[in-house]
Every structure is written in C-alpha cells, then in structure tokens.
C-alpha cells in the first residue's frame, strides 16, 4: 500500500521526535514514509523527495526541524499538499525553531504544532486525511478517545491513591460520574448563517475581526463556502459550544483570538475535525502564539504566524484541495499571484 504521509526529518539526530509521529500512525494504521534530507545541506534532495513523493500519492507532509528548521519551509516551497511543521528542541528551548517555522510569509504556510509534538503532528496529518476518508476520521475518533480516557483513569490512579486526613476522594467520584453528551440545539436564535459551510471561522473578540475579514477574503477568492462567527468561550460558553456543535457540517474550524487563546482550544474539545489556530495581538501588543501552538497531546492545533489570516485560508484550502482537483487550480493560480486580491 503506497503511503499517505511523508515524514522528513532535518537531522538524524531529530529521530526521537519522529518516533512519537511513527508511533500514532502505527496506531492509526495509516501508511506513512520516512526519510532524511536537510533544507542547507542537501536542498536538492529536499525538493526531489517532496515533488516525487507528490506525484506518487504523499496527501500530507511532516517536516521536523530544530534550530534555524527552515526544512518545513522548503517542503512547502515544492507541494500543494498541507505540511506540518514540528520544531525540536535543541538550543532556546526550541523556540528558535517555533518561530522560524510558524511565522512563514503568505501565500507559503506551515501547520505548526507545539516544540517536539512529533504525536501532535500524526494525528494532525490524520485529522486532514480523515476529511475526505472516513475510516481514517474514525480511528482518530477512537485514538483521541483513548487520550481523554487516560485522563479520567489518573483519577483512580494517581488520586484516589493519596491518603490525606482532609482529602475526601468519595465525594464525585469520577469512575461514578455521569457525562452528558452535548448537543446543538437547532432552536437557538443566531446560532449560524451557514451550518453547510466547509469552513468555520470563529472570532473570540471584536477586535481580532479585521483578521476572520482576511480568511474570509481568501476562502471566497478559492469558491470555499465558510462561515463566521464572534463568539467566546469563556464569557459565553453556552452558545460557544451551540455554535460548534451545530456546524457539524464544516470540515475544517479556524479559531481567531488574542488574550489567551481560549478559542482554538475551545474548538478541538468539541470537534474532532482539524483546527487551525491564529494567534492575534491584543491592544497591548501582546501576542498569543505560544498559547495557541503549545496544545496537550491528542489536541493539536494548526497555528499559523500572528495575525496571519490569510495563511489559514490556504491551510484550509490544502487540506480539502486532497481529494478536489479545482482546489488544487485554484491554490496554483493564487500562490502564482494569478488571482487579483
């Protein structure tokens, strides 16, 4: 079976990361490459693997990096198809490599996951794949499952074990707790003006609206129906959580907001459909990137640059050009600059 995903990695010494990718996808049983080529030292080999790899079927690319981790980039320079970006630690915590993966110029973006997040980037792959396959959708379903479910496990494990004169560990207990699935109420006033949209686009606050204006903006050059709405999680969590649970259509949710990103985070606990976060500044100039990118594992977050709207149209144009032929077009004509913005 020919493989679906590419794994590139910068360095040999960068394997350790690309185990934690190997390893979701020997979970999720999805065929995958792995190969080693070096954006500096070896470029030719870099474009020759990615345009190859391309035309004999690669749906999505993973490339991880450290340092200056300028591979991810390169990858991206030679498909259509989405690329993952990982940065590894390896000097500045890793930071070096965050910043020099996520903050990549439009019309060129990279799904940037959190330092070392090689598992973050499987199941990212995965969720992008799962758009137009739905046994693939379906494992990841269960793996993301399997995440949460280890959550509530430590609770009898970790918790319940420690013995403290004023803890009292019978009272909720968790193995006993009754959790209520949520859903949309299709009654709500203003819930949404598109719940067939391919895209949903929410706004945690006003202001970051000018930045859902260029994703919008984008979408429409590319003929991709979308959807937007401002709405919080924390300040109105009820209809924040109506608004997702009723756009059960959309295949892709983009996730604007400054002032901690609740947003983005927000989206993938209720969907299992790919996020793409991005990170704005809020009227101080503080930025929110590292809140948006560094999600747990089994919750990835595709984060784009500050403020880089535009970018997140493309990511999302990517991920449902997989198996559309006029996406593909029209990301070529828009990429060529052959589409007026």
Do not use: W
Not at 19 to 38: F, R, T
């Amino acid at each position: 079976m020919m493989p679906k995903i590419m794994i590139i990695l910068g360095s040999g010494s960068d394997i350790a990361i690309a185990e934690k990718s190997m390893d979701v996808l020997d979970k999720l049983e999805i065929p995958y490459s792995l190969k080693i080529a070096s954006a500096h030292r070896t470029p030719d080999l870099v474009r020759e693997i990615v345009k190859q790899g391309t035309d004999a079927g690669i749906e999505v690319f993973i490339g991880i990096a450290g340092l200056a981790a300028h591979l991810p980039g390169a990858i991206a320079a030679h498909t259509p198809r989405p690329v993952i970006g990982v940065p590894v630690d390896v000097k500045t915590g890793g930071i070096d490599a965050l910043q020099s993966i996520v903050q990549m110029p439009y019309p060129s973006p990279i799904s940037t996951v959190g330092i070392d997040r090689g598992d973050n980037a499987a199941i990212l792959a995965a969720q992008f794949i799962g758009v137009h396959d739905e046994e693939v959708r379906q494992k990841v379903i269960a793996l993301r499952k399997t995440y949460a479910q280890k959550v509530i496990d430590s609770n009898e494990e970790i918790v319940d074990k420690i013995d403290r004169p004023f803890l009292r560990n019978d009272f909720l207990r968790i193995k006993n707790l009754k959790i209520e699935e949520i859903k949309a109420d299709e009654n709500a006033e203003d819930c949404c003006k598109n719940k067939d949209a391919e895209v949903a686009i929410i706004v945690g606050r006003q202001t970051d609206v000018v930045t859902a204006k260029k994703v919008a903006v984008i979408l429409s050059r590319l003929k991709i129906s979308h959807d937007i709405k401002v709405v919080c999680p924390i300040r109105s969590t009820k209809k924040f959580t109506n608004y997702v649970k009723s756009m059960e259509n959309a295949k892709v949710f983009i996730g604007i907001s400054s002032n901690s990103s609740q947003v983005t985070g927000g989206i993938v606990g209720l969907t299992d459909r790919p996020v793409i976060g991005v990170p704005c500044t809020n009227e101080n100039g503080d930025d929110y990137m590292l809140t948006t990118v560094s999600m747990p594992p089994g919750a990835p977050v595709a984060t784009v640059g500050i403020n880089n709207g535009n970018n997140a149209a493309v990511i999302a144009a990517e991920i449902l050009s997989i198996n559309n032929p006029n996406v593909v077009q029209l990301l070529d004509k828009l990429k060529d600059k052959k589409i007026n913005l």
